[in-house]
């Protein structure tokens, strides 16, 4: 009798998460800025399957890894603010972590983000200090950020392939969409976030992918362009429409609803193959990397890390920092007790509260 494999733990559902989202980030970065067309005439007719050089490298990553990595800081801040304090706005804790994220981007932050006690261990990460085609919108709403929600009407993608933590945390659609709105204003940008991190959520619980985007889809009360692309995604993944006349109906993916529209439409299409769904995810005209990082989220959350190929965890830029954030992320947090702590307790709850202060 054939055996069958145990379902993925939620340590392999994290790490395949962050660092499936990693690597189809950093498999679209050569051809971001690049049509499809031209695409096909550097790669052959298939279009980009194996990492190029991008940012003078193999396998690394962009904006979109970066912000996520700091959405999953803010997360597990928030987590430590809460168990310490008893009270804590995540939105608040994540908004900080992403004024690190502009710091790492050589541009001055607000200086609470930044002081001796508030920096923790991921800004101190020297690999995170480059430029990588950074978003627009996120740079000048943070930029301008006081403690308040983005005055910008843009639902530029950069709210959505930054979400994919939210997933792994209690009230997710909320702290996705309260969280959007720190860098855009539009509902669009707003709903793919909450829509997309919601998915994750129900992925890890063990749903398969197709009922966990329509049950996330009915929480949008708006009857968002974000939700009805995603619906459009599931028609066309199930129907007879060639992959590259679908994924050009659904858009190019610069803005929010359109990047999920893809990144949804290739992880249906490609199942539990991780190859294909990242390079299906890559190889259109619009904003490559971002699409790929969603959907290699996604396919990653549902099937674990065990379905990505060796040879890319092996190349990917800052996998030992992605492994340690996705743990972080999912196991319980490491603080002694009040009373009768031993040694090795209280120095494990040091060690943690080093990496992530509360706040
Ligand atoms: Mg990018």
Partial sequence: MASVSPPPTLLDRAKGCLLGGAIGDSLGAPVEFHTLGVIKAKYGENGIQEFDRAYGMLGGITDDTQMTLFTAEGLIRAKVRLALRGVCHPPSVIAFSYQRWL???????????IDSDSLGWLVGIDALHHRRAPGNTCLSALRVWN??????????????????????????????????????????AKASAAIFAETIRLLVAGQPLEAALIQACSLDRDETRSARLVRRAIEL??????????????????VADEALGIAAYCALKGGSDFEKVVRLAVNHDGDSDSTGA??????????????????WLVQIELRDVIEQLATDL???LPLAPRDGATDAQKQAEKAFLDRYPGG
């Fill in 147 to 188: 403690q308040d929600l983005a005055k910008n009407d843009s639902k530029g993608c950069g709210s959505v392939m930054r979400s994919a933590p939210f997933g792994f945390c209690e009230a997710t659609w909320e702290l996705a969409w309260e969280s959007a709105a720190i860098t855009h204003g539009h509902i669009e």
């Fill in 330 to 332: 999912v196991t319980e």
């Fill in 237 to 254: 993944a199930s129907g007879d429409v060639d992959s590259e006349s679908a994924i050009r109906e659904l858009g190019e993916g610069w």
């Fill in 103 to 113: 710091h790492t981007q050589g541009e001055s932050c607000d200086r609470n983000a």
């Fill in 294 to 311: 969603i959907a290699g989220n996604l396919v990653g959350a549902q099937y674990g890390v065990g379905v990505i190929p060796t040879r």
